[in-house]
C-alpha cells in the first residue's frame, strides 16, 4: 500500500473545521490592522535561501529539499516565506519610498526529524512589514498577534522578547561568545561545536540539560547592546508595559536566522512538549540589501497552523463545521428526477444552503440514518405523492418538533429562517 512520505501529513476533514477557523480568524484579525494578502511561489532559487537564512544554518546545511530543474539550475522548495517575500518586494519594485504590510499563508518544507508539532511539509501564515524603522511596529506585530489568541481562545501562550541589537554589536557578542565557549569547548555536544565558529549564538539556543548550566554563565547579549538598539528596546518594552501586554525578557532567545537584528520575539506553549513555539519573528533590517535590494527597515513574523490547530483541538473548541443544514431524501422514480430540479432551484435562491441530495439508491429508512448520520437539521422528504403534488415534507433531525408539509414554493423562505 503506498503511503504518505513521512513528515507529510494528511490533514482529515474533521481537523479541516480547526483549520478553517484558524485561517479565516486569522485574515480577519489581519485585515482588520490594514495588512494586505500577498502570493508566493513554492519553489525558489537555492541562492536567495542561502544568501537570506545563512549558509551555516541548520536548515541551509541539512533541512532544505533542493533540486536541479532541466536546465541544470538549482531550485529549493521553500523552508521559510521571509526571504521569498523580500525577492518579490524587491522583484516588483514594492520598497522605493513606499511602506507595506503584507502577510501571505502556505506550505513550508524542511527535512527535519518528524515528531508532534513538527513535520517537513508544514504550514505557516507569514507577516511581512516594509518600510518602518521603529519600535511602535514591533509593537503592533506583538498586540496583533496578542489579538489572535483572544479571538481564538487560546489564553495560555507565553510571550518572550529579547534584542539581538544591531550587526555590529552583534559580531562583537559573536566574538566574545568564540572566546567563551572555545574555553569551554569539553563540554560542548558534537552540534554545538560544529556550530561554534558558524553560528555560535545558537549554542544560546540549545536544549541539551548538559549543556544549560554552561550556556547561563554565557556572556549576555543585553552587555554588549549598543546604545540605539537599547532605546528602541526600551521604547517596545514601554509600549507593550502601556498596552498591558505580559512579557518575560529572555536573554538566551537569538532565533534560528541569521538575518534577524534588535527586536525577536516568540509565543511559546507548554502543552505540545518541545515544540513549544508557536509563532515567533522579529527584526531584519539588513535582510533587504543582502538580498539585493535598497536598505530597507523590515520587521514580521510566522505562526504555525499545526501547533495552532493542535492547541485549538485540545481546548475542544465547539465549532461550526460544514454538516449540511439540510438533507434531502427521495423515495419514487418521479421524486428522484424532481429532486434534481428543486436542489438546483433552493441553491439558487439561498447561495448560503448547505443541502446534501442522497445518492446511490436505498429504501427510505436507509436514507433518513444516512441523513441523521450527515449531521443535517433537517430531513426534505420528497417521495412520488409530495412530487405530483407540489409539496415536500420538513423532519427536524436535531429538535422534538412534529414533522410537517408544506409546498415546495415555500421551501426556501422555510430554511431561510433556519440556516446561518
Known amino acids: 500500500m503506498i503511503q504518505s512520505i513521512r513528515g507529510m501529513k494528511d490533514i482529515l476533514p474533521q481537523e479541516m473545521r480547526y483549520w478553517r477557523h484558524l485561517e479565516h480568524t486569522a485574515r480577519a484579525v489581519l485585515e482588520g490592522y490594514g495588512y494586505r494578502e500577498i502570493r508566493l511561489p513554492i519553489v525558489e532559487q537555492t541562492e536567495l535561501f542561502a544568501r537570506a537564512i545563512g549558509a551555516a544554518t541548520d536548515i541551509v546545511e541539512k533541512e532544505m529539499y533542493t533540486f536541479a530543474d532541466r536546465n541544470g539550475d538549482s531550485l529549493t522548495l521553500r523552508p521559510e516565506g521571509t526571504a521569498g517575500c523580500v525577492r518579490a518586494a524587491i522583484e516588483h519594485g ?153 512579557y518575560q525578557i529572555n536573554p538566551r532567545l537569538v532565533r534560528g536566522l541569521d538575518y534577524y537584528n534588535r527586536t525577536v520575539f516568540e509565543w511559546t506553549t507548554e502543552r505540545l512538549g518541545a515544540q513549544g513555539a508557536v509563532c515567533a519573528g522579529g527584526r531584519y533590517d539588513g535582510l533587504v ?75 427510505f429508512k436507509s436514507q433518513l440514518k444516512h441523513a441523521d448520520k450527515s449531521g443535517a437539521r433537517f430531513a426534505l422528504i420528497l417521495g412520488d405523492e409530495e412530487a405530483a403534488a407540489g409539496e415536500i415534507s420538513v423532519k427536524y433531525l436535531r429538535e422534538d418538533i412534529m414533522q410537517t408539509r408544506m409546498p415546495q414554493a415555500k421551501l426556501a423562505g422555510f430554511l431561510s429562517l433556519h440556516i446561518t
Open 94 to 246: 514594492l520598497l522605493h519610498n513606499q511602506t507595506h504590510r503584507l502577510w501571505y499563508g502556505g506550505p513550508m518544507f524542511r527535512h527535519e526529524r518528524p515528531q508532534k508539532g513538527r513535520y517537513r511539509q508544514f504550514y505557516q501564515i507569514g507577516v511581512e512589514v516594509f518600510g518602518y524603522a521603529g519600535p511602535d511596529i514591533d509593537a503592533e506585530l506583538i498586540l496583533m498577534t496578542a489579538r489572535l489568541w483572544r479571538r481564538l481562545g487560546i489564553n495560555d501562550l507565553t510571550l518572550q522578547i529579547n534584542s539581538l541589537g544591531s550587526a555590529g554589536a552583534r559580531a562583537a557578542y559573536r566574538g566574545e561568545l568564540v572566546r567563551y565557549f572555545s574555553a569551554h569547548e569539553t563540554g560542548l555536544d558534537e552540534d554545538s561545536r560544529r556550530r561554534l565558529h558558524a553560528n555560535p549564538l545558537r549554542i544560546l539556543d540549545s536544549k541539551n540539560p548538559a549543556m544549560q548550566s554552561l550556556i547561563e554563565a554565557a556572556p549576555r547579549l543585553s552587555n554588549h547592546l549598543d546604545a540605539e538598539s537599547q532605546a528602541h528596546f526600551s521604547a517596545l518594552c514601554k509600549q507593550l508595559d502601556a498596552a498591558g501586554v505580559r
Open 289 to 363: 540589501e543582502q538580498i539585493g535590494g535598497r536598505a530597507t527597515p523590515a520587521v514580521g513574523f510566522a505562526m504555525g497552523l499545526e501547533r495552532l490547530a493542535a492547541l485549538l483541538m485540545e481546548n475542544d473548541a465547539a465549532l461550526q463545521g460544514a454538516e449540511p443544514h439540510a438533507y434531502l431524501v427521495t423515495v419514487g422514480e418521479a421524486a428522484e428526477r424532481q429532486s434534481v430540479i428543486l436542489a438546483e432551484q433552493l441553491r439558487d435562491a439561498l447561495p448560503a444552503l448547505r443541502l446534501l441530495v442522497h445518492c446511490g439508491g436505498g429504501g
